[in-house]
């Protein structure tokens, strides 16, 4: 923490501009005191003037520092970011075509617009933000997600969108860019975690405007007052009064509100998520309900053939030999899986040369099926619904196979052979790891999780059992998530909603936090108002969290910041008319030595106190799950409470030490 404040000097002093605290009122009232005392004192020469004067300064600088220490850790992290920026050669290909449709070009990456199409290979730094339309690769993603692990990106899918700066570890792809110079992914992090484009949230502005009234109101009663003791004949210097105005306002929460929000967003990225706003941020501490879309964020998405499940006079080998020869033309990795699998079976297909009269099936999402034509032989694989009309008919035993697998969260895809049906291949969709534990801790914070899923209402309800999600949404279109949403939010709920597809991009961006996951496509990660860069929605927790201890944190230093002027009242008012009206003597509760000392003492720890709050505005109030009325409750009695006790000790501490000084 010192080495962050000792970097952070220069720019509070820089922030000493008031150009720079226009945006903040509180500390631009502080720093118009501290030039009024500072002339006085140069006027009028005295050890309170100069006191007051410094002590004044040291508050606006303070209350610059925490807004720099905040800003200094996004700034740190923008120097690792920007090393992915290096200028690279780019092999460009005409556009929207391949390399053979007539070589390529060799340019530099800055010169790549939308729309351009380059080739990558092993070794060789993707060189911009883009979508693979060819091929698939490993690709090194460590750079921007602080994972070693590699990751296959492929055309097609949700999991074509790669992100420039990274390196491709084998193989070779075809990128079209998907952004401009300046305008990619690790542009716009670098400029988030910066605080360059940090805007103000609503409640922040709020809070904002409330300050700037009191502390106008407090103006009109200060230089009212300063009439009012010349009528009463207890005259009051300039010096005097503008201590009592900077401890009257709200300083404490006025020099920290900047440096709570900027350190919200800083927590996210810390944990790899990028929001792209700090209303998204703050709508996270106010969300009710979930919105988690199935495949790939509940569960793994690949789905895996688990098991050949042959009907009544069919054998294995039977089963086997056509399931595989229906997957020669599935390259999608449940078709590979189906491979794979009847591989422990004795079929001998697969040592089969593949027959040049052959005719290879591919799936299609109007027939739903794939499979092999061969003479005399038709084979398909797909959907029940699909291979029973293809067939002419189902039978009682395929219909209970199907609502077996169904029933425990798993795809049934029939194989069949012309008018014969041989049996179902089990395709099982994983639920992930500490699923059901993380839902159980959003439902004790009160929020409802809702699975969406276009599998069919058994399937769905399997999953979501195991998941443990409070309801889901079965057979679901993007306008179904759509209208989920919007009812959500009619209800005056706030929504989340955690996606990675194409299809999820309408929904991401009508919820009021839309979280996209890295690995999933450019449209997702652009309609989103979050993009979670290890992809892991079980993180979506954590996002909450720091949603609402953004709010509480704010909520307990704003209490604290009141209740600490209470004290002050008790410091300042009496040292400033004991003189005229010795009756107010009764209300020196702490018996400060001197009027003189007591003004300097409360404007000294009305200082201090800023410093001492900046890492607990950086770190944040601890987050437990606990209902509105309990939350309250702890932040009136820890920082209402102490926000009252700790300036009755603090001053009184002060005062013995100032009491010391000569001419105080």
Known sequence: MNV???????????????????????????EIGAAATTVMAVLDPSTMAVGVAIWLWLTVLFGN??????????????????????????????????????????????????????????????PGDGDVIEGVASVD???????????????????????????????????????????????????????????RTPNEIALNVLLGSLTAIFVVVVVSLYFVADYSDAHQPVVVLTALLVCLIPTTIGALLSAIGIAGMDRLVRRNVLAMSGRAVEAAGDVDVLLLDKTGTITYGNRQASALLPLDGVTDAELAEAALLSSLADETPEGRSIV???????????????????????????????????????????????????????????????????????????????????????LKDVVKEGMRERFDEMRAMGIRTVMITGDNAVTARAIAEEAGVDDFLAEATPEDKLALIRKEQEGGRMVAMCGDGTNDAPALAQADVGVAMNTGTTAAKEAGNMVDL???????????????????????????????????????????????????????????????????????????????????????????????????????????????????????????????????
Not at 69 to 80: F, L, Y
Not at 358 to 381: C, H, N, W, Y
């Open 141 to 199: 993603e460590s750079a921007v997600t602080g994972e070693s692990a590699p990751v296959i990106r492929e055309s097609g899918g949700d999991r074509s969108a790669v992100t420039g700066g990274t390196v491709v570890l084998s193989d070779r792809i075809v990128v079209r860019i998907t952004s401009d110079p300046g305008q990619s992914f690790v542009d716009r992090m670098i400029a988030l975690v910066e605080g360059s484009e940090r805007q």
């Open 4 to 30: 962050d404040l000792m970097g952070a000097l220069p720019g509070a002093f820089r922030k000493l501009d008031p150009r720079e605290l226009l945006a903040t009122p509180v500390m631009l009232v502080v």
């Open 65 to 126: 520092l925490a807004e720099s220490v905040a800003e200094g850790r996004g700034k740190a992290q923008a120097a690792s970011l920007r090393a992915l920026q290096q200028e690279t050669t780019a092999r460009r290909l005409p556009r929207g075509g391949a390399e053979s449709d007539g070589g390529y070009d060799v340019v530099s990456s800055t010169s790549l617009r939308v729309g351009d199409v380059v080739l990558v290979e092993a070794g060789e730094r993707i």
């Open 340 to 426: 794979t699998l009847v591989g422990g079976f004795e079929t001998g297909a697969e040592r089969l040369p593949q027959p040049p009269e052959a005719v290879l099936v591919q799936f299609s999402a109007t027939t739903r099926m794939s499979g092999i034509d061969l003479p005399g032989r038709e084979i398909r694989k797909g959907a029940a619904s699909a291979v029973t009309a293809w067939v002419g008919g189902s039978n009682a035993q395929l219909d209970a196979l199907v609502e077996q697998v169904s029933s425990t969260g798993g795809t049934p895809l029939v194989v069949a052979e012309k008018q014969r049906l041989l049996g179902v291949i089990h």
């Open 534 to 664: 290890d992809s892991d929605p079980t993180k979506l927790i954590e996002v909450v969290e720091i949603g609402k201890q953004l709010l509480i944190t704010r909520g307990a230093l704003t209490t604290f910041s009141v209740a600490n002027d209470v004290a002050k009242y008790f410091a300042i008012l009496p040292a400033m008319f004991v003189v005229a009206f010795p009756q107010l003597d009764v209300l020196n509760v702490m018996r400060l030595s001197s009027p003189e000392s007591a003004i300097l003492s409360a404007v000294v720890f009305n200082a201090l106190v800023i410093v001492a709050l900046i890492p607990l505005s950086l770190r944040g109030v601890r987050y437990t799950p606990s209902s509105a009325a309990d939350l309250l409750r702890r932040n009136l009695l820890i920082y209402g409470v102490g926000g009252l006790i700790a300036p009755f000790v603090g001053i009184k501490l002060l005062d013995l030490v100032i009491s010391l000084i000569p001419g105080v």
